[in-house]
């Protein structure tokens, strides 16, 4: 229809984006992305949305792209439960996802998305998770651009560090965290003088010895993840001088957690 109106439109059709902020990554980490009416099954090829802004690009900036139809997806097909298996092993934490019939979750997403204001499921997502992409044979690609795209298994630690940073060390505080019933003791005596600034008032030994050793798990648990995202850089930023600006900011970050625990700090 659009080409009867102006025949010289370039068509694109991407494929499902991913990037920063996106609605496909941070959509499968995010709590509230709960429920699902086709058992995660639609398949699909992700693309990164800087291939497709590249693609764009060029194709804004060459005449020759006039009348000629996209399809721009990524390197590999995946389903949706798959993505979702890699984004799990990013963030530390295996996310539910709750199958309910198509009949029962597609007017209920549409009634609450009329009803709420900010960005909840829609009735048209849900039908979307029953159709799988399909590619146009005719159509040209990432290929006949000169563009090579890349797979999203090398981008979810990219656009996912912050939520696995913060599972982490969620996950070394309560791994590392001893118990409080195995050391609770009905004596009552007053805080040590060290700990006299902070309490300010009576209360069991027991609970003075889990608030002191909560302190150093905490502590222990940024040391681990600090040592964790090193590891990680140096698989995913190959480069020396990226390198030794991240190791740099972890050694700050050291010494200030040196300096609080020895208390040379306020």
Not at 28 to 49: D, G, I, K, Y
Not at 214 to 242: C, K
């Amino acid at each position: 229809m659009v080409r009867s109106i102006f025949p010289e439109t370039t068509i694109v059709r991407p494929a499902p984006i991913f990037g920063f902020e996106d609605n496909l990554l941070l959509k499968l980490a995010s709590v509230v992305n709960l429920f699902t009416a086709n058992n995660m099954q639609e398949r699909f090829w992700p693309v990164h949305v800087v291939d497709v802004g590249e693609a764009l690009e060029k194709i804004l900036y060459d005449d020759k792209t006039a009348s000629q139809t996209y399809e721009l997806y990524g390197p590999k097909n995946y389903s949706t439960a798959e993505i979702a298996e890699l984004v799990d092993l990013e963030i530390f934490k295996r996310r539910r996802h709750i199958n309910v019939p198509k009949s029962i979750l597609k007017p209920a997403a549409g009634l609450l998305n009329r009803l709420l204001w900010w960005d909840i499921m829609s009735a048209d997502q849900v039908e979307r998770e029953f159709h799988d992409q399909v590619i146009d044979e005719t159509a040209k690609t990432f290929k006949d651009l000169g563009i090579e795209p890349t797979d999203i298994s090398k981008w979810t630690y990219h656009y996912l560090v912050c939520i696995s940073r913060f599972m982490f060390a969620i996950m070394c505080d309560v791994w590392l965290t001893p118990n409080r019933k195995a050391r609770v003791t009905r004596r009552t005596t007053t805080c040590r003088p060290r700990r006299r600034r902070r309490c300010g008032r009576r209360r069991s030994t027991s609970t003075c010895w889990t608030t002191s050793k909560r302190g150093l798990v905490r502590r222990a648990g940024w040391l681990l993840e600090s040592v964790y995202i090193p590891v990680v850089t140096r698989r995913y930023f190959p480069d020396r001088q990226a390198k030794r600006s991240a190791w740099a900011v972890l050694g700050l970050c050291w010494g200030f957690m040196i300096a609080r625990h020895t208390r040379f700090l306020p």
